[in-house]
């Protein structure tokens, strides 16, 4: 994939991680390690995410003590999935990669590759079995059938989620400036 110019790309403070910081890219590759992708993935996208700034996959390598296999890789894996974007500042030889901020269209993005596809062959399956159990016995008919229905379900409602999941962070918005006030007050 190939990235673009972004003017005045600074470069974030790689030294050793903060213990928020360790600990908030270790729960997130947790949860994605869960999700039976790379922990690492998470831990790399989660380091970009919170220090909002293009790193270098050697600065990624430096501060989350990866090979520089591994980082090569992790940065070249996130980047086809959407998650990362490749950028370079005007006059910066190397690449750096900043993080996608649209949690929505990012899940979106992986539930439709992962999951979506997943799920829409099963429904192809689920179809055909149909088809050749026609002189099956009836119970078998009806459960296919309700395995099928449920495919169906499912492959609408993750194309469902994908199209019209937007994050509307109005009532977190709400909640702080409302905890701001009362802190303020006190």
């Known amino acids: 994939m190939k990235g673009y ?18 600990l908030a890219t270790e729960a997130v590759g947790t949860v994605i390690g869960f999700w039976n992708f ?17 790193l270098t996959a050697a600065e990624l390598q430096d501060t989350l003590s990866l090979s520089k296999g591994a980082a090569s890789m992790i940065t ?27 949690l929505m269209h990012m899940i979106g993005r992986v539930l439709q590759e992962r999951e979506g596809e997943l ?5 192809l399956d689920l179809e055909e079995a149909e088809r ?12 296919l059938a309700k395995l099928t229905a449920l495919a169906a379900l499912v492959d609408g409602a993750i ?3 994908i199209a019209t999941a937007r994050f509307d962070a109005t009532g977190v918005v709400r909640v702080l400036q409302t905890s701001l006030r009362r802190k303020r007050s006190t």
Do not use: I, Y
């Not at 110019?5 to 360790?22: H, I, Y």
């Open 5 to 22: 110019l972004r003017e005045g790309s600074v470069l974030g403070d790689t030294s050793a991680l903060q213990p928020w910081e360790k």
């Open 38 to 54: 790379k922990r690492n993935h998470g831990r790399v996208w989660a380091l970009l995410f919170l220090r909002d700034t293009a």
């Open 76 to 102: 070249r894996e996130l980047e086809a999935w959407g998650v990362v974007r490749r950028v370079r500042s005007v006059g910066d030889a190397p690449w750096r990669f900043e993080a996608e901020t649209d």
């Open 119 to 123: 799920v829409g062959r099963v429904r």
């Open 132 to 143: 050749l159990a026609k002189h099956a016995p009836p119970e078998v008919r009806r459960r």
């Open 159 to 161: 194309r469902s989620f």
